[in-house]
């Protein structure tokens, strides 16, 4: 059955490496969302792309983080150099252009832990 | 700007019933609710688009106010299976891109 697969499901890792984290969206889903989850923060909103192109990414510190989607199917986030802080669950979503707000579903993936160390 | 959730958590004993507000400093064009079981992603319980609107999952409904920039999340009879961690994900304007912004979420614990 169709989901969104995200790699790894758990990462860790020492402080100043690179991470990347990946995403395949549902086959034929043109909008991606890149969500961190922390206990302090909740979902907090990072990047989200709308057929390939990037709409918002200001939640992610620029400095050290970037989004891409490659193809339609890939969607990647990175960090470089990677710290302490950003330990937390990274989920990528994918949904059907503005299907998205009028039904209102996104599919989530099961999330990529990291940590950091 | 990320809408605020009341309250942080709540347990219940099965068959209580039990509300999460929503709220957002800005105005809502739609409000989104999720349920997260955990360990687990996220899943969609359903989208308020209008002012006024209730819609319902199960014994689970919600109503959206846009006046007050707010929406409720009512989990009525609570099962067993209603507990994780609930959140809003709000659309401030359709200007927006189709931005979705969540809270920091609920918990709930229903017992037995």
């Known amino acids: 059955d169709a989901r969104v697969t995200q790699t790894p499901r758990h990462k860790v890792t020492e402080m100043g490496q690179e991470v990347t984290m990946r995403c395949q969206p549902i086959l034929g889903h043109n909008t991606v969302f890149w969500y961190r989850q922390t206990m302090m923060q909740g979902l907090e909103l990072l990047a989200y792309f709308r057929n390939r192109a990037p709409l918002d990414d200001s939640g992610m510190p620029k400095d050290r983080f970037s989004a891409e989607m490659p193809d339609a199917t890939l969607a990647t986030l990175k960090i470089q150099p990677s710290e302490p802080r950003d330990s937390a669950v990274y989920f990528c979503?994918?949904?059907?252009?503005?299907?998205?707000?009028?039904?209102?579903?996104?599919?989530f993936g099961e999330g990529s832990r990291l940590t950091v160390l | 700007q990320q809408p605020v959730q009341s309250p942080q958590a709540v347990i219940l004993r099965e068959g209580e019933d039990a509300v999460i507000n929503c709220s957002s400093s800005?105005?809502?064009?739609?409000v989104h609710w999720y349920r997260q079981k955990h360990g687990e992603a996220p899943v969609f319980l359903m989208i308020?688009?209008?002012?006024?609107e209730q819609k319902g999952h199960e014994k689970i409904s919600a109503s959206f106010n846009e006046k007050k920039q707010q929406s409720s999340l009512y989990l009525t009879a609570s099962q067993l299976s209603y507990s994780g961690t609930y959140f809003c994900?709000?659309?401030?304007?359709?200007?927006?891109?189709?931005?979705?912004?969540f809270g920091g979420g609920t918990r709930v614990l229903v017992k037995p």
């Open positions: 308020l688009l209008k002012g006024g």
């Open positions: 979503a994918s949904g059907l252009g503005d299907r998205v707000l009028r039904t209102g579903e996104l599919f």
């Open positions: 800005k105005a809502l064009y739609s």
């Open positions: 994900g709000t659309e401030n304007s359709r200007a927006a891109g189709n931005k979705l912004t």
